[in-house]
């Protein structure tokens, strides 16, 4: 599978911003779908994932209440919503995809080109 991120930009702290990631094939619901990011200078950290079935979500703590994933199998596209964005919330983004959760959020598969959000203060 072939992922595509985009919806990336600057914004200032609390602000929204969707990022949106769209996949190829048609077996796009057999995958789960998570969104990493990475900040200069740290390590890649998981953000959220969706089950394929979209009925089952996971998300890091720092963003919990914040950030809502969701999927539309129509368009073969994994959205995130972020809300209330801060400073530290800053990084590259990237989705991700693999058979189940466990697998995106742990070791995935597939990733797509990252896009970057900027949240000023």
């Known amino acids: 599978v072939q992922l595509q991120a985009c919806g990336g930009g600057l914004v200032q702290a609390g602000d929204s911003l969707r990022l949106s990631c769209a996949a190829s094939?048609?077996?796009?619901?057999?995958?789960?779908v998570g969104w990493f990011r990475q900040a200069p200078g740290k390590e890649r950290q998981f953000v959220a994932a969706?089950?394929?079935?979209?009925?089952?979500?996971d998300y890091a703590d720092s963003v919990k209440g914040r950030f809502t994933i969701s999927r539309d199998s129509n368009k073969n596209t994994v959205y995130l919503q972020m809300n209330s964005l801060k400073p530290e919330d800053t990084a590259v983004y990237y989705c991700a995809a693999n058979y189940n959760l466990a697998g995106v959020r742990n070791s995935p598969r597939y990733w797509g080109q990252g896009t970057q959000v900027t949240v000023s203060s």
């Open positions: 969706i089950s394929g079935g979209g009925r089952t979500t």
């Open positions: 094939g048609r077996t796009f619901g057999n995958y789960a």
